[in-house]
T-cell receptor
Framework: QKEVEQNSGPLSVPEGAIASLNCTYS??????FFWYRQYSGKSPELIMF????GDKEDGRFTAQLNKASQYVSLLIRDSQPSDSATYLC?????????????FGGGTRVLVKP | KAGVTQTPRYLIKTRGQQVTLSCSPI?????VSWYQQTPGQGLQFLFE???????NKGNFPGRFSGRQFSNSRSEMNVSTLELGDSALYLC???????????????FGPGTRLTVL
């Protein structure tokens, strides 16, 4: 059973600080990794994806991937109250087999003014 | 470009009935995936369709089925509804690219199904 694990939180962060979210996965063969944000009552919204070891930056967001240790993380810099949401980590195991995302349970983030 | 659309947005059914949900992908996207989201189980993959063929299937009973049409629009059907089928059903579409580049899935607003 391929698994994706996230701390459920809530992760409480002061406004302007850095929020650090972690995700671990069980299958070393995993190929691509995605971060989604989901506001209460809404559908998931793609933040970014990463598939090579190292860091990938997009605005205030940085994804970090370490395949040897089987974890992927998301940093949110200069956190804003509007960043308060649940962040979902998702893994696509083998792209050649098509699109089949396995999601973690999500980490709830609360940014306090 | 219009996003993924799903109809209906809300649905109330009773046990034993069947339901059909519809999804229109982003223009040009040929892969459509369906997910079920519940508070207890989180987001779980149901199936994926590409070029009118089911390419992947999750661990759901045969009561859950789907299909895709030549215009890439997709429907999913749940027969003999059970109370536990109450959930948010999400459709996601993606542009299928080469093997070296991940396909990014974009979600629709979902259909909230309540089974009484």
């Amino acid at each position: 059973q391929k698994e994706v694990e996230q701390n459920s939180g809530p992760l409480s962060v002061p406004e302007g600080a850095i929020a650090s979210l972690n995700c671990t996965y069980s299958d070393r063969g995993s190929q691509s990794f995605f971060w989604y944000r989901q506001y209460s009552g809404k559908s998931p919204e793609l933040i970014m994806f990463i598939y090579s070891n190292g860091d990938k930056e997009d605005g205030r967001f940085t994804a970090q991937l370490n395949k040897a240790s089987q974890y992927v993380s998301l940093l949110i810099r200069d956190s804003q109250p509007s960043d308060s949401a649940t962040y979902l980590c998702a893994v696509n195991w083998i792209k050649a087999a098509g699109n089949k995302l396995t999601f973690g349970g999500g980490t709830r983030v609360l940014v306090k003014p | 470009k219009a996003g993924v659309t799903q109809t209906p947005r809300y649905l109330i059914k009773t046990r034993g009935q069947q339901v059909t949900l519809s999804c229109s992908p982003i223009s040009g996207h040929r892969s459509v995936s369906w997910y079920q989201q519940t508070p207890g189980q989180g987001l779980q993959f149901l199936f994926e369709y590409f070029s009118e063929t089911q390419r992947n299937k999750g661990n759901f009973p045969g009561r859950f089925s789907g299909r895709q049409f030549s215009n890439s629009r997709s429907e999913m059907n749940v027969s003999t509804l059970e109370l536990g089928d109450s959930a948010l059903y999400l459709c996601a579409s993606s542009l299928v690219r080469g093997l070296a580049i991940p396909d990014t899935q974009y979600f629709g607003p979902g259909t909230r199904l309540t089974v009484l």
